[in-house]
């Protein structure tokens, strides 16, 4: 080789030529045995090797053994993806595991619907969103920590959004007028959860994500309009402008 053999960067152009080599095969995926085979039959190819190199050898079955060699023309691989290639919604999926990982939730951005929906929703996603309860978390010093719309639970976002008796009626109504068996659900990100699992085309799901999104919309509107509007919202009109802004958004 002509260097100091004890030092590890002298085997670099040797490791370079070796790959180099096995570059060229092209062959079904290998066995073990082959693999080692192949090893052997690159080593023995190389000029000046020596005595065998026990260290060597193994850092190049361990760098052969993770090359899956087969026919065709080489090609990009997206490694998030093996099976479709580069796609922006698993690009999402994983800066979502990697960066929300505490909170499992998915950035799911809906381009029908106004940006503000879309942050009312990821607020609630995240339970951001000013509930009694959650004010009273924040050392805010209020006068009841019940539902505004029922008065008879803690307003949480989750009791507010699926289980207090408007929402329960609200969402009733949409199973029936989308006729679709929907999970009762008790949390946003169980919703999320159901809708990302839920096999349909994509233009069917984003139209039931911007019904899901009006109907929490409307209920989060409802009961501020009962605190700080006069006249407040009737309950008769919710269901219908749920419809109506799910068409116009
Ligand atoms: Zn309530």
Known sequence: MGG???RISSWDPLKLRFVKNISGWKVNPISIGGRLTLVKAVMGSLPNIGATNEA??????EKINQVAIGEGSDYYVWSLSNDVGYSVSRTRAHIDDYVLPSAHLSTMWCLQVPRKINIFVW???LDRLPTRLNLSRRGLEIKSISCVLC???MESAHHLMFEC????????RVRLWIDLLLPRFTEWTDWIAWFEDWRESEDTKARLYVIGESTVWHIWRFRNSQLFEQP???R?????SIRLFSFNW
């Open 151 to 153: 008065n008879h639970v």
């Open 4 to 6: 100091n053999m004890k």
């Open 123 to 125: 607020r609630l996603a």
């Open 165 to 172: 008796e408007v929402a329960v009626e609200l969402w009733r």
């Open 232 to 234: 407040p919202m009737k």
């Open 236 to 240: 008769c009109i919710l269901f219908d």
């Open 56 to 61: 060597l050898l193994r850092y190049l079955c």
